[in-house]
């Protein structure tokens, strides 16, 4: 069974930058998809950006695209979100997760992801 460990997050000032990490554990690391997602304060939880097993492959949500950019070291296990020129409405609960089936292409669909990591707090001042 996957298990994910996030680390990372806190809080930047606005045009700051953090990095977020996600550690899997469980199974086969590189023959999965990868996604981090986020959840607002009163928001549903939204797309940010996804990966393909390899790491050629990646899609982003129009706000974030030129400032975040998502990452992998299959090597570690590892799935990263780098972000850069944050501004305050990037303030939410980060998630990383798994995708439930092997070899597929990076999707924004949450349903096709099937173990999530704990999630983490993003907080941009102003």
């Known amino acids: 069974q996957v298990q994910l460990v996030q680390s990372g997050g806190g809080l930047v000032q606005a045009g700051g930058s953090l990095r977020l990490s996600c550690a899997a554990s469980g199974r086969s690391f590189g023959a999965y998809g990868m996604g981090w997602f986020r959840e607002a304060p009163g928001k549903e939880r939204e797309f940010v950006a996804a990966i393909s097993d390899s790491g050629a492959s990646t899609i982003y949500e129009d706000s974030v695209k030129g400032r975040f950019t998502i990452s992998r070291e299959n090597a570690k296990n590892t799935v990263y979100l780098q972000m850069n020129s944050l501004k305050p409405e990037d303030t939410a609960v980060y998630y990383c997760?798994?995708?439930?089936?092997?070899?597929?292409?990076?999707?924004?669909?949450?349903?096709?992801?099937?173990?999530w990591g704990q999630g983490t707090q993003v907080t941009v001042s102003s």
């Open positions: 997760a798994t995708s439930r089936r092997l070899n597929r292409p990076p999707t924004r669909d949450s349903d096709e992801y099937g173990a």
